[in-house]
């Protein structure tokens, strides 16, 4: 089965400019996860969808930073305007669905943002 | 909210044991382990349930102790491959926190 593909696998960008990532979750998966991993750290967790539903986006920073995933499979994240510290990998995951306890997680490849 | 490991870093020898600390400050319905090799995704290891129900990997070990809110991670005769930081991941309500990280790093 195919995993989780994300796009770009790398991007650069002056600051205050705006950014996309897109993931594709694995077919079937109604549950998915974007994670802002900083280079050293553990991923933290940004916001989860449950089908097109936002389940929790308590630590995801809504001045700059939108998430939205129409008709419940492919998703976008952005960051306008973007922040020296939000360089940092971003990854896509997902899950077959969002129980307790959760699923195991899929990541896709994720994202490599530099923002200079 | 996010747990804390032990050690942050460790270095073995291909066929020694390690044991791998997760500690929360919440209490704990689950706790999940991962392993994330250098440039790669994470990839999920196990899960461990309150009353002591495991799901994941057959040749890695894990015990959950749900008082002390803790989890270990028992890696024994331990391979080349077994290199990487690993992070526990623990649920309280709706989030999803991972650990502080622990490499570990398998030399011949």
Known sequence: EAGVAQSPRYKIIEKRQSVAFWCNPISGHATLYWYQQILGQGPKLLIQFQNNGVVDDSQLPKDRFSAERLKGVDSTLKIQPAKLEDSAVYLCASSLTLGTPRDEQYFGPGTRLTVT | ?108
């Open chain 2, 1 to 108: 909210q996010q747990p804390v490991q032990s050690p942050q870093a460790v270095i073995l020898r291909e066929g020694e044991d390690a044991v791998i600390n997760c500690s929360s400050s919440k209490a704990l319905y689950s706790v999940h382990w991962y392993r994330q090799k250098h440039g790669e995704a994470p990839v999920f290891l196990m899960i461990l349930l309150k009353g002591g129900e495991q799901k994941g990997h057959d040749k890695i070990s894990a015990s959950f102790n749900e008082k002390k809110q803790q989890s270990s991670l028992y890696l024994t005769a331990s391979q080349l491959s077994y290199s990487g930081t690993y992070f526990c991941g623990t649920e309280p309500g709706n989030q999803f926190y991972f650990g502080t990280g622990t490499s570990l790093t398998v030399i011949p």
